[in-house]
């Protein structure tokens, strides 16, 4: 015990180490590069400690221990923000982080081991501050960098970038805000380009610059909202220009023109009324138009007595509104006239059905029934005079001289049977007969002859010559 107990008083002091001599926060704040180095707890030649023991001693060692190992974790944190260029992004805040260390040392170096142990805690809690603001420091460098770039401050842009990388080389936004640099040279004169000719009026080609812009930077919002400004000003233009050209046209009866252009209209702004309004005034002022020519075509039909045709005006425009008065007049007003002009035509187309005296007996009622109306009008009155010339000619007999061999029974049909002759006259009303002929172990003949106003038929012969 005696041999333990000298082993511990003499020895073990000489082994005891005094505070670094290096300062964390030497070269320009930044902490000291190397661990501290132990020193004899009592310099050669130093008398010992008044009243020390190896208890205290050992005590002492394990204060030191703990101030170097916070040291340590303080100079680790240190060299890995330097790394990333703390320098250039939180000097003050480093600064005075080492300052704090530099206090420290001077607690370790006077064997204030608890005191030393909190400086460099209170360090280490500071630059684990400026570690943890690492996110938002790359955040902001982010937001300035996206800034630089609306603004097309290419070298500001570039450096920002760069203090990015210092920090988190392999960001995930790197790439890409890289590329927008690359595209400031290009995007600068198109933008400017595009703002002058959005002064000059020129929307369109201002509509252009923007749009290769964006395909040249799709991030960049300034190039957005000006495209998105330039295309709402071109549409707005390209709208007034349509329904100004519609309503033009619509003014000129230009229906067709104007409804083209108010759809163009109704293209550029789906929802808006005021391309459907125009579009039900275009189709109003047409059916109104279409009307007003339908009223004053038939009309003019009626006063040229094309009454079939004024028939057909008014019922397409009863077909559009089948309560129009003037259509329905219209149509009470010619309908008979296109019935009795129908029955006229068939008469005088064929007029040999005259022939007939039925058919004459009603052609005379048909001609009263003409003669009854007034005005008769220059058609109606030629039509009434050729009927009267066609009755009385249909109604005048004409002398025919028939033939036969004395041996033929002979009958013209629906006028009168004749019977056996040689030569015959008959009077017969202007037309186209037929006689029969039939004689006893002869063939019957059939003998088709047409009796000419004239007079001028030559004698008609009928016989049966053809033995049986």
């Known amino acids: 015990l005696l041999a333990l107990a000298m082993l511990v ?4 002091p000489g082994k005891v180490t005094t505070p670094p001599g290096g300062n964390v926060a ?29 208890w205290d001693d050992a005590q002492q060692a394990r204060l030191r221990k703990e ?17 990333r260029g703390v320098e250039h992004w939180a000097a003050e805040a480093f600064e005075s982080a ?18 030393a142990a909190a400086g460099y805690r209170e360090a280490l809690t500071a630059l684990q501050a400026i570690e943890s603001s690492i996110p938002q420091v790359i955040e902001d460098l982010l937001s300035d960098s996206r800034d630089a770039l609306e603004a097309s401050d290419a070298p500001r842009a570039a450096s920002l970038l760069e203090g990015i990388a210092r920090i988190q080389p392999e960001h995930a936004d790197l790439p890409a805000l890289r590329m927008r640099l690359e595209a400031v040279p290009a995007m600068i004169p198109l933008l400017a380009e595009a703002d002058a000719l959005e002064d000059a009026g020129d929307l369109a080609a201002a509509e252009l610059r923007l749009r290769q812009a964006g395909k040249l930077d799709p991030q960049h919002q300034g190039a957005a909202r000006a495209l998105s400004r330039v295309a709402a000003a071109l549409e707005e233009q390209r709208f007034t220009a349509a329904m100004s050209d519609g309503y033009a046209a619509l003014d000129a009866a230009r229906y067709s023109d104007a409804r083209r252009a108010f759809r163009k209209a109704a293209q550029l702004r789906p929802k808006a009324d005021e391309a459907a309004s125009a579009l039900a005034e275009v189709a109003a002022a047409e059916t109104a138009s279409e009307l007003a020519s339908l009223r004053r075509v038939g009309r003019q039909y ?17 077909k559009t509104d089948n309560s129009l008065l003037f259509a329905q ?5 010619v309908s008979p006239r296109v019935k009795l002009d129908t029955q006229l035509r068939a008469v005088l187309d064929q007029p040999q059905r005259l022939a ?23 058609l109606l009155a030629e039509q009434i005079t050729t009927l009267q010339r066609l009755l009385e000619r249909a109604n005048t007999p004409v002398a025919l001289e028939l033939r036969s061999d004395g041996l033929t029974e002979v009958t013209v049909l629906k006028v009168a049977r004749l019977g056996r002759f040689q030569e015959q006259r008959v ?25 000419d106003h004239s007079g001028n038929a030559g004698p008609v012969t009928i016989a049966c010559t053809e033995p049986i």
Request: proline share 9%; aromatic share 8%; hydrophobic share 40%.
């Open 356 to 378: 007939d005296p039925a058919v004459a007996a009603d052609t005379a009622m048909l001609l009263e029934q003409a003669k009854g109306i007034s005005p008769a009008g220059p």
């Open 329 to 333: 007049e219209g149509l009470a007003r």
């Open 26 to 54: 030497a070269h320009s704040g930044a902490a000291a590069a190397s661990p501290p180095t132990d020193v004899p707890a009592n310099p050669p030649g130093a008398p010992a400690a008044s009243g020390a023991t190896p």
């Open 427 to 451: 009077s017969l009303r202007p037309g186209r007969y037929t006689a029969v002929g039939s004689r006893i172990g002869f063939r019957d003949v059939r003998l088709e002859f047409e009796v």
């Open 67 to 83: 101030a170097q190992d916070v040291l340590e974790t303080l100079l680790d944190t240190q060299f890995a923000l330097q790394e």
């Open 98 to 115: 080492g300052t704090l260390a530099a206090l420290a040392d001077g607690l370790y170096r006077s064997r204030d081991y608890p005191g």
């Open 9 to 12: 008083i003499f020895w073990l």
């Open 302 to 318: 009626e006063d040229r007595e094309r009454w079939q045709a004024a028939l057909e005006a008014y019922q397409r425009a009863l």
